[in-house]
């Protein structure tokens, strides 16, 4: 893992930041997540997303370096999975931007691209029965449906964690409220008692 020093101020990146575009068959074969995960064992911040012109975009932050190792690796990688990559451009922006702190996808298909997407699927399946050639692309697809699952249900179950522990922690904090609350009931008690006997004094001296 590639480690590097970074100084942050409320997630504004300290270091150089960066507009990086790469061009080729780069969209609806699970690239970003690819890139998603790259991009977190490189432990960078910034985020990527599909653009209408085809490309895939993203922002990243961190040293000159380590953004070359990062860009190698997606090169290398992306090929092995499929993606067919032209061209990989990266310019450093000129000034200082707010990242978020885990590099994440951005989902910008709207429905044409949903549509699109379905389309090309429902081409594929036509072709099967007789062209096998599809099989690999229908098995990243697959790999990276399984992927967004296993990563939601990662989410749902850290969810259901918090919720256990939120629980756990109101119960505790409805005890405690309840034991104020009896203690404020014998105060007010032994208000109202000292009140009473102020009362009887207050009389006899007005005798």
């Known amino acids: 893992m590639v480690k590097f020093n970074t100084v942050w101020i409320y997630g504004?990146?300290?270091?150089?930041?960066?507009?990086?575009?790469?061009?080729?068959?780069?969209?609806?074969?699970?690239?970003?997540?690819?890139?998603?995960?790259?991009?977190?064992?490189?432990?960078?911040?910034?985020?990527?997303?599909?653009?209408v012109d085809g490309s895939v975009k993203m922002v990243c932050g961190g040293e000159n370096g380590v953004i070359t190792d990062f860009l190698k690796e997606i090169n290398s990688r992306g090929t092995e999975r499929g993606v067919v990559i032209h061209d990989i451009t990266h310019a450093e922006i000129p000034f200082q931007i707010?990242?978020?702190?885990?590099?994440?996808?951005?989902?910008?298909?709207?429905?044409?691209?949903?549509?699109?997407?379905?389309?090309?699927?429902?081409?594929?399946?036509?072709?099967?029965s007789y062209d096998t050639s599809?099989?690999?692309?229908?098995?990243?697809?697959?790999?990276?449906?399984?992927?967004?699952?296993?990563?939601?249900?990662?989410?749902?179950?850290?969810?259901?964690?918090?919720?256990k522990?939120?629980?756990?922690?109101?119960?505790?904090?409805?005890?405690?409220?309840?034991?104020?609350?009896?203690?404020?009931d014998e105060h007010n008690k032994r208000m109202d008692e000292h009140n009473q006997r102020l009362e009887k004094i207050l009389l006899k001296l007005a005798d």
């Open 12 to 51: 504004l990146c300290m270091q150089k930041c960066y507009n990086i575009m790469i061009t080729g068959t780069v969209q609806d074969i699970g690239f970003r997540a690819l890139i998603e995960d790259i991009a977190k064992v490189y432990e960078l911040r910034g985020f990527t997303f599909n653009d």
């Open 98 to 128: 707010y990242l978020p702190h885990r590099f994440s996808r951005l989902y910008t298909d709207d429905l044409a691209d949903i549509g699109r997407k379905l389309d090309k699927g429902n081409e594929i399946l036509g072709h099967i």
């Open 134 to 163: 599809e099989l690999p692309g229908i098995s990243k697809g697959i790999e990276g449906l399984n992927s967004k699952f296993d990563s939601f249900s990662t989410k749902f179950d850290s969810y259901i964690i918090e919720q």
């Open 165 to 184: 522990e939120h629980n756990q922690w109101m119960k505790g904090h409805l005890l405690k409220m309840d034991e104020h609350n009896k203690r404020m």
